[in-house]
C-alpha cells in the first residue's frame, strides 16, 4: 500500500472512456465485479481530476480478475444468494415457505389439502357430498353413519367463494393457532432444515415420529377433535337426538369451528388491531364475528362457535405472551365493551331521532323483563301466587310506566283529580236542590 499523492507524478492516470469500457465488451462481468469497475473508474477519475490522497492496495487497482470472469459458464454458476446457495429461482421463494408453512401447521395444511381435494371431485361429478355432510339422524341412530362426523369438517363449501374464504380463514388463523399450540416448526430452505424448531422435539430433547408429530402427540390435532365433540353434541342435544331434523338437510360443522378457531386467535393477539382480508381494521375481540358472517354463517351457529372456543381456551388453560390467563382477558375485555356500550348508547342519544328509537327499545326490553321476571319468580320461588301473576305483572308496568313518563303520570294524576272534584261539586249541588 503506499500514497497516490507520491507516486501521482511517476504514475500516468488514464480518464475513463469509452474505449476503456469497450476492451472488455467479450467479457461478462457479474454484479460484484461490475460494481467494482465502476467504482475504479470514479475513484481513477477523481484523482486525475482533485489528486486526492488515498491510500489504495495498488495490487486491488491493477487486478483485472476481480472486476472481469472471462468464463461464461464459471460466472453463471457462481452466483450466489444471500444463503450461499445458488441463485434461486422465481417460484423457489414460495416454495420455502409452503414447506416452511406446511412444517408448523401440518394440520391445517392437510385440511387445506383435502377440502381442497374434495372440491374438486365433487365440481367433476366424482362424489357426492351430501354423503360426506353431517346429519344427525344419518351420523347416529338410526343409521350409524359415524364417518359423517369426521368427513363433513372437509367440505369447505358448495361454491369457490366458500371454498376460498374458508381456505383463508383456515391459513390466516387456524394456522396461526396450530404454531402457538404446537411450537414453531422447522424453517425450511431449499427443501433443507435450515433452522429447526421446536414442533417435533419431545421434552426430552429427541425427534418425534411422523405418527406420534402429526397424530398421538399433536396437541391441536386433539384440541380440533374435542371442539368437533363438543359441537356435534349440542346440536344432536338440540335436534331432539336426530328426531326433529330427520327431513332437514345435511350440513357440515365447519362454520362454528372456524369461528372457535378464530376465537381462540384473537384471545392471543397482542395487536390492538388486525387485518381483516387485508383490507380493513378491527379490534381482534370482533374478528370472530366478521369471519362468521362473511362465511354465510347463521347467529346460532356463531354463537356455538364463541362458546364453544371459549370453552376449550379455559380447558387448555391458554395464556397470552404476558402471561395473563385468556379468561381473565376475555372478563376484562368484556367489562371494557360493556362500558364502552353504555357510552355510546349516551352519545347516540344526544341525537334526538335516536333518542326516541333507543328509548323506545329500553323501554320494550324492560316490559319483557318484568313478564320474565314475575313468570320466574311464580314458577320457581312462590308458586302460591300463579292467580295474582297478571295482577302483579299489571301493578308493575304500572311503575314501569310512571318511573319512565313522569310527566304522563303526573297528568294523569291531574285528569282524576279534576274528574273527583267534578263529581262531588255535582253531588252537592244534586242535594241543594232537592
Known amino acids: 500500500m503506499v500514497l497516490i499523492q507520491d507516486i501521482l507524478t511517476d504514475v500516468k492516470v488514464q480518464t475513463p472512456s469509452y474505449e476503456m469500457e469497450k476492451e472488455y465488451i467479450d467479457f461478462t462481468p457479474n454484479n460484484q465485479c461490475l460494481e467494482k469497475m465502476y467504482r475504479r473508474l470514479e475513484l481513477e477519475k477523481n484523482i486525475s481530476g482533485l489528486g486526492l490522497s488515498l491510500v489504495v492496495p495498488l495490487s486491488h487497482l491493477d487486478s483485472e480478475g476481480l472486476y472481469y470472469n472471462e468464463d461464461k459458464q464459471k460466472n453463471k454458476n457462481t452466483k450466489k444468494d444471500l444463503v450461499g446457495g445458488k441463485e434461486k429461482e422465481w417460484y423457489e421463494p414460495f416454495q420455502d415457505q409452503f414447506y416452511t408453512f406446511a412444517a408448523s401447521s401440518p394440520i ?73 399450540i404446537n411450537g414453531k416448526g422447522d424453517t425450511i430452505r431449499n427443501k433443507k432444515v435450515y433452522i429447526q424448531g421446536v414442533q417435533r422435539l419431545k421434552e426430552d430433547g429427541t425427534v418425534k415420529s411422523n405418527s406420534e408429530w402429526l397424530l398421538t402427540d399433536n396437541k391441536y390435532l386433539r384440541m380440533n377433535a374435542q371442539m368437533v365433540g363438543l359441537i356435534i353434541a349440542s346440536d344432536y342435544i338440540t335436534s331432539g337426538l336426530g328426531i326433529f331434523t330427520r327431513k332437514s338437510k345435511p350440513y357440515s360443522i365447519l362454520g362454528s369451528l372456524e369461528v372457535a378457531l378464530t376465537f381462540m386467535y384473537t384471545l392471543i393477539e397482542d395487536e390492538s388491531n388486525s387485518q381483516f382480508m387485508g383490507m380493513f381494521t378491527v379490534p381482534p375481540f370482533f374478528m370472530p364475528i366478521f369471519v362468521g358472517f362473511t362465511s354465510g354463517s347463521s ?37 371494557d365493551f360493556w362500558e364502552l356500550r353504555h357510552l355510546l348508547i349516551k352519545t347516540m342519544k344526544k341525537i334526538p331521532a335516536l333518542n326516541v328509537v333507543i328509548t323506545e327499545i329500553e323501554n320494550t326490553l ?22 295474582n301473576l297478571a295482577e302483579n305483572i299489571k301493578e308493575r308496568l304500572i311503575k314501569l310506566q310512571n318511573e319512565t313518563n313522569p310527566g304522563l303520570a303526573a297528568s294523569s294524576s291531574t285528569m282524576n283529580n279534576d274528574v273527583i272534584k267534578t263529581e262531588i261539586s255535582t253531588s252537592d249541588d244534586d242535594k241543594k236542590k232537592n
Open 108 to 180: 391445517t395444511t392437510i385440511h387445506v389439502a383435502t377440502g381442497t381435494t374434495i372440491y374438486l371431485l365433487k365440481t367433476f361429478g366424482v362424489i357426492d357430498c351430501d354423503k360426506l355432510l353431517y346429519h344427525s339422524s344419518k351420523t347416529f341412530f338410526p343409521r350409524f353413519q359415524l364417518h359423517r362426523a369426521v368427513t363433513n369438517n372437509f367440505v369447505l363449501g358448495q361454491t369457490l367463494y366458500e371454498v376460498g374464504r374458508r381456505i383463508y380463514n383456515l391459513v390466516t388463523y387456524g394456522g396461526k393457532l396450530e404454531k402457538y
Open 299 to 335: 347467529v346460532y351457529t356463531i354463537l356455538k362457535g364463541l362458546i364453544v372456543g371459549g370453552i376449550m381456551a379455559s380447558y387448555m388453560d391458554i395464556r397470552r405472551s404476558d402471561g395473563e390467563k385468556v379468561t381473565q382477558y376475555l372478563s376484562r375485555t368484556s367489562s
Open 366 to 387: 324492560a316490559r319483557y323483563n318484568i313478564y320474565i321476571e314475575e313468570v320466574k319468580r311464580v314458577v320457581m320461588k312462590e308458586p302460591g301466587e300463579i292467580l
